[in-house]
């Protein structure tokens, strides 16, 4: 018997880390690589959160604290979830876990039992089904394509959902298609969710700030508020305040769920890093007007990037809502040869020799459940994606 631990068999390790790990390994041998594997924004963390964090050391708030959260913390998000999204929440239904991650882990680990199933819609955020193995359930994928913008349909979900179903995981907007639901789209999901009351909502905000051309984010317990007893709303700061490295998250929900992931957090990690909890206060409490900023920069890439991958032979970019990814179709690219003699079999063996070939980092389709694709984060200057958009168009205009 295996010294190691037989739920790894059910695993495997972060894709996307994966190819951060191999671009990095080739530039440093030598090679000039641009990465577009990134899932975090190149803006530096605000300075008015970072003086709080340093205010924080001075005022020597540097012990341990209530291990889901401290209380102006919990304050702060309860205020949040108040103005932004029309949801009253007490600081005893809120968690807060070292970052987005362990929050989604924490409430799966605190409420799946073998055999429950996880709806998960494809394209996923990688993390979804290996945290619901890991955790001991079941995930069952769902395929929302580009055919229907890569939203899953109510009639869909529907034929997903089983009396063993647990869980139905949500991300609008999306990592990594980028898709986000109209309050429209999302009622029509939230209907269905209402003829099931044994089904119950993660949903997974992380990208809410991130949305452009006027677009209004939504969440499931706003739009179906009889759905809030069983909706578990999860957010954080990683993504819009420049925040990754701090590694703060958050949830509100009905308190019996809170308290199962405060017992698990409390048996792991303990507490988030008191430093980060006063930067999370500032970020929350602080001033906003940077958010509208960045995205005007973010959308300009965006932009510029679904118009040269359009332009590019066999390839098929659909133009998303939000977050700071596009998950373009390489359809058109599959069965062809590269220069180097390579035949395109699938979306993963285009991105190795995308990377190999021509130094461009991009996810494979594979990893995220949807193929044949690609995942491009924008999150990188002007001048690396439209060099990267340049390389991907010669190199689809050099396979036979
Ligand atoms: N959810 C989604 C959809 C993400 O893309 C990410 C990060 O890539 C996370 C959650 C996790 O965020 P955090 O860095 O706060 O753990």
């Given at each position: 018997m295996s010294f190691l631990s037989a739920t790894l068999d059910r695993v495997k390790p972060s894709p996307t880390i994966a190819v951060s790990t191999k671009a990095r390994e080739l530039k440093a041998a030598g090679k000039d690589v641009i990465g577009l594997g990134a899932g975090e924004p190149d803006f530096d963390t605000p300075d008015n959160?970072?003086?709080?964090?340093?205010?924080?050391?001075?005022?020597?708030?540097t012990k341990y604290t209530a291990p889901d959260?401290?209380?102006?913390?919990?304050?702060?998000?309860?205020?949040?979830?108040?103005?932004?999204?029309?949801?009253?929440?007490?600081?005893a239904q809120i968690s807060v876990g070292t970052g987005g991650k362990q929050i989604l882990y924490n409430a799966l680990m605190a409420t799946l039992n073998p055999g429950d199933e996880v709806i998960i819609p494809a394209p996923y955020w990688v993390s979804y089904p290996d945290m619901v193995l890991l955790a001991g359930g079941e995930p069952v994928v769902v395929e929302a394509g580009a055919e229907t913008s890569y939203k899953l349909t109510p009639g869909a979900l529907e034929a997903a959902i089983t009396p063993k179903t647990k869980w139905f995981i949500f991300n609008s907007p999306s990592n990594p298609t980028g898709a986000a639901y109209t309050w429209d789209e999302l009622k029509a999901l939230t209907d269905v969710l209402m003829r099931h009351?044994?089904?119950?909502?993660?949903?997974?905000?992380?990208?809410?700030?991130?949305?452009?051309?006027?677009?209004?984010?939504?969440?499931?317990?706003?739009?179906?508020?009889?759905?809030?007893?069983?909706t578990l709303t999860c957010n954080g700061v990683s993504k819009a305040?420049?925040?990754?490295?701090?590694?703060?998250?958050y949830a509100g929900g009905p308190e019996k769920v809170i308290a199962a992931m405060r017992k698990i957090q409390s048996q792991s990690t303990s507490n988030p890093g008191s430093i980060s909890q006063w930067a999370a206060v500032e970020a929350l409490n602080g001033p906003q007007d940077f958010i509208p900023a960045n995205n005007e920069v973010f959308k300009r890439r965006r932009n510029m990037v679904v118009e040269m991958l359009n332009a590019a032979d066999g390839i098929s970019c659909p133009m998303p809502e939000g977050a700071f990814y596009v998950y373009p179709s390489i359809a058109g690219c599959i069965g062809k040869i590269t220069p180097a003699g390579v035949r395109v079999t699938d979306d993963e063996v285009f991105a190795t020799a995308l990377l190999e070939e021509k130094g461009v980092a991009v996810v494979f389709g594979a990893a995220f459940g949807l193929s044949p694709c690609f995942r491009v984060s924008y999150a990188?200057?002007?001048?690396?994606?439209?060099?990267?958009?340049?390389r991907i168009q010669d190199f689809c205009a050099s396979l036979t």
């Open positions: 959160i970072k003086a709080a964090a340093k205010a924080a050391i001075d005022a020597g708030k959260g401290m209380p102006e913390l919990k304050e702060a998000i309860c205020a949040k979830f108040r103005r932004e999204n029309g949801l009253e929440y007490t600081p009351p044994q089904v119950w909502v993660m949903t997974d905000d992380m990208y809410e700030h991130l949305v452009y051309d006027g677009f209004e984010f939504c969440t499931p317990a706003q739009v179906e508020p009889r759905l809030y007893d069983r305040y420049a925040m990754t490295g701090w590694r703060i998250g990188t200057s002007d001048e690396n994606l439209k060099e990267a958009c340049t």
